[in-house]
C-alpha cells in the first residue's frame, strides 16, 4: 500500500543546502506520494497539523536545530502521530546519540520527542533534546554562524575551538548550581548541561550521560593554561578527557544553575543566543 508522506524540510539546514538534501527522500521513498512543505514559512502550527491529513506520516528533514524547533513548537499537537526525522544538518548530533546513520533513510523519533528537558535562557524557557553549550562551545557556535553568513563551505568547528583556546576566548569564573548545591569554579572553559551525549558534530562531554535518563550532566572544564588545555581538548571527541580530575568536573542532577562573571554566547542544540550571563535547566 503507497504511503503519504509530508516532509517538512529547512532550506538553510547543512551549508543553506537544506532543499537539495530533503529532495533526496524522494529517491529513498519512491514511489510513494511525497509533499514538502518549508518550515521557515510555518507561522502557526494549528493550520500546519490541520493541513496534515490522517493517512500522511510527517518527516522532518534538517538539523539538529530544526529539531529543536519543531519539538518546542509542535509539542502539543503530536498526540497519536508519528513523527520520523531524516538529518540534513551539519552536526547531527541527536541522530548520533541515538546510534543511526543518515543512510538508513528516515527514522522515526516520536518516543523521543517526550519528556525532553527544559532551559531558560534570559527569561525564556524552551525544550532540548542535545545540550547547552556554554562557554568556548557557544562561542564556537557564534563564530559558525558568521562563518555561514559568508560562505557556503562547511563548518570546522575544531578549527574555530582552537583559535578560541589559542587568542581570542578568554575563561570565566563560575558558579554552579546542582540540585541546591552551589560549587564555585574559576578557569572555566566549558561548562555545558547534557541531556544526551554528543554536541558540536561529534564532541562528547559528558559520555556517560543517557538520554531518557531522569538526569542531566554538566561538565565544568577549568584550567589555567591554554595550551595544557588546548593539548586535552581533543580528547573529548572520545570521551577520555574525563579522565583528568584536575581540569574536568562532571556535576549530575535534576536541576542545574550556571552563571559566569561575564556574559558569553550560549547555544542550545546549536542556535545561538549571545550575552548570555547565566542559563538554568531542569528535568
Partial sequence: METRYCVLYNPLAGTRNGVESAKKLSSILGGHEIRYVDITAV??????????SADEEIIVAGGDGTLNRFANEAERFLEGRKIFYYPTGTGNDFLRDIEKTDSEGPVEITAYLRNL????????????????????????????????????????????????MLFSYKSTSAEVTVDGETRFFKNVWLAPSMYGRFFGG??????????????????????????????????????????????????????????????????????????????????
Avoid at 507561522?43 to 496534515?52: G, K, M, R
Avoid at 562528547?204 to 593554561?225: A, I, Y
Fill in 43 to 52: 507561522t502557526d502550527y494549528q493550520i500546519f497539523f490541520d493541513s496534515v
Fill in 117 to 164: 528537558p527544559s532551559v531558560t535562557v534570559n527569561g525564556v524557557t524552551r525544550k532540548f533534546l542535545n545540550g547547552i553549550g556554554y562557554g568556548i562551545d557557544g562561542y564556537c557556535s557564534e563564530m559558525g554562524e558568521k562563518f555561514r553568513e559568508k560562505s557556503t563551505k562547511p563548518i570546522n568547528y575544531t578549527s574555530i575551538a582552537i583559535k578560541g
Fill in 202 to 283: 561529534g564532541m562528547m562531554p559528558t559520555p556517560n550521560q543517557r538520554r531518557g535518563e531522569k538526569k542531566l550532566s554538566c561538565l565544568v572544564w577549568c584550567g589555567k593554561s591554554r595550551l595544557m588545555t588546548l593539548a586535552l581538548f581533543p580528547k573529548i571527541f572520545s570521551g577520555e578527557h574525563v579522565r583528568h580530575g584536575r581540569s574536568i568536573h562532571i556535576l549530575e542532577g535534576r536541576s542545574i544553575t550556571v552563571k559566569f562573571n561575564r556574559p558569553v554566547a550560549l547555544q542550545i542544540d546549536g542556535e545561538v543566543v549571545i550575552n548570555v550571563s547565566s542559563y538554568s535547566t531542569q528535568i
